[in-house]
């Protein structure tokens, strides 16, 4: 029988060699997880019930983007937009405007609609708006139901949404690239920590209905802000290198999934915010967990990540949301409170939500969230609340900074929680040599960082 040294060497071995194997790499290139982990830093999310609010009955869709001048814009499909109906101002494609902040906000329709103040040019649909600097960006699709797989194109208007005019920034059913949404961060794009202007979308599967696209993926794409406009200048998510940085390509055949979901994914896009007060990237998607096939996978999934491309992590999968039949969801930005810990949702949907629908949430985070870089928060950690409760207002519990007075094995930031941020310095260093210990993941100190310093952040992750 082997010794146990020798029993433990070939027990790294394997678990090495298996490790390559999970993550998947392609060549130098390793692949986003399918199914992420549960995130160590913001732990639930809850909705208020009692603040939920309908308006548009008729319109969809609403994807909002908070503008330089303060206010939020959106966009709706197929009805007579704020203050219309499903028959009443009636239009394929309208924008409009949202000030203040809800509950008592005020809402007026720019291009179509009733009482609007610029008649509709254009039909389709959109899921992706963007304000630089004053000048409104949407990524508009054709018609209705499956020809909005066709093709996507990029339009901008420089009246506030009065008017637009095509960009000829194309993308086409072929290209499996359907119904970008845009990262959304502060008004007028401040706030963003780089040039770019991220987009993102799911790959098409399914193209014969408005169905869940199975397995699911979702794309990520990116271009300069001063090339917005400039088709060969964008490029495509395509895995990340030996040190987690992500890598891109100007191929678009090249382009690999930021995240995927085994059980598929609406084919609406899902969208992503960045919560300044917590650091980290939130996205909502209609996230099939059970397994339903339909226009609606009758679920909503809540993932976050500390970078635009991830990695993503779990914040909670709910099978069957409380507001159904809805397939498409976003978080205004401008609605996100200072400390990142209550904000907005505003969905849409099919039959009762056909409309704009709006409630108010609450993020619970864990109390060792880590400070993010040059970015305030407020080390307030809520009291976990009780689900669909009438009053969200958690009562606030000091937090201070965590210092462990032994080591907790796995735990390589020191901050007391073994989570998916040690997992990441573990990867950032595997199959390296270190004198630093477990600062960079060598949590057996033997100088190795490899399969078997991850057996040991296993072990505590799962405790």
Not at 163 to 183: A, C, D, G, H, R
Request: proline fraction near 6%; charge should be neutral; glycine fraction near 10%.
């Amino acid at each position: 029988m082997l010794n146990k040294r020798l029993q433990k060497k070939y027990f790294a071995i394997v678990i090495s060699f298996l490790l390559q194997v999970c993550m998947g790499p392609v060549g130098n290139r390793v692949l986003a997880q399918t199914n992420p982990p549960k995130s160590g830093v913001i732990t639930d999310i809850w909705f208020d019930t009692a603040t939920y609010k309908e308006l548009a009955p008729g319109s969809d869709n609403f994807p909002t983007t908070w503008g330089n001048n303060g206010h939020i814009y959106t966009s709706w499909g197929d009805g007579g937009g704020f203050g219309g109906t499903n028959d009443i101002g009636r239009v394929s494609l309208g924008f409009a405007r949202i000030e203040n902040y809800p509950p008592s906000i005020s809402t007026y329709n720019v291009m179509g609609g009733v009482n609007t103040q610029c008649p509709a040019t254009l039909t389709g649909k959109s899921y992706g708006m963007l304000d630089i600097g004053g000048t409104l960006y949407a990524w508009i699709s054709p018609s209705s139901n499956t020809t909005n797989y066709q093709k996507t194109t990029l339009y901008k208007s420089t009246n506030s949404g009065c008017s637009w005019s095509s960009t000829s920034v194309e993308f086409y059913q072929s290209q499996n690239l359907i119904l970008p949404s845009i990262l959304q961060y502060g008004a007028g794009y401040s706030d963003a920590p780089d040039s770019y202007v991220y987009s993102y979308a799911t790959r098409l599967k399914t193209s014969s209905a408005l169905t869940i696209q199975s397995p699911g993926e979702i794309d990520l794409m990116r271009v300069a802000k001063t090339q917005i406009s400039n088709r060969s200048s964008y490029e495509f998510f395509k895995g990340f290198d030996s040190n987690n940085n992500p890598l891109w390509t100007t191929d678009i055949n090249l382009r690999q999934p930021v995240i995927k979901i085994s059980t598929g994914v609406g084919w609406a896009p899902a969208t992503v915010s960045y919560n300044k007060g917590l650091g980290r990237y939130l996205m909502a998607v209609d996230d099939a967990a059970a397994g339903v096939t339909g226009v609606s996978g009758k679920g909503l999934g809540i993932y976050d990540a500390a970078k635009p491309w991830g990695p993503w992590t779990l914040v909670k999968q709910i099978n069957t949301f409380t507001y159904e039949p809805t397939f498409f969801y976003n978080f205004p930005t401008k609605w996100i409170s200072s400390d990142g810990k209550t904000l907005w949702m505003v969905f849409s949907g099919t039959n009762d939500y056909d409309s704009y629908n709006m409630v108010k949430a609450t993020l619970v985070t864990s109390s060792a969230t880590p400070t993010p870089t040059s970015i305030p928060t407020n080390t307030n950690t809520p009291t976990p609340l009780p689900k669909f409760t009438s009053t969200l207002t958690p009562t606030p519990k000091a937090t201070n900074t965590v210092t462990p007075t032994t080591t907790v094995n796995g735990d390589a930031n020191g901050d007391g929680s073994v989570n998916e941020l040690d997992y990441a310095i573990w990867k950032t260093n595997y199959n390296t040599t270190t004198a630093s210990g477990v600062t960079k993941g060598d949590f057996n100190l033997n100088g190795k960082v490899d399969g078997v310093d991850y057996l040991i952040w296993l072990q505590s992750y799962t405790q």
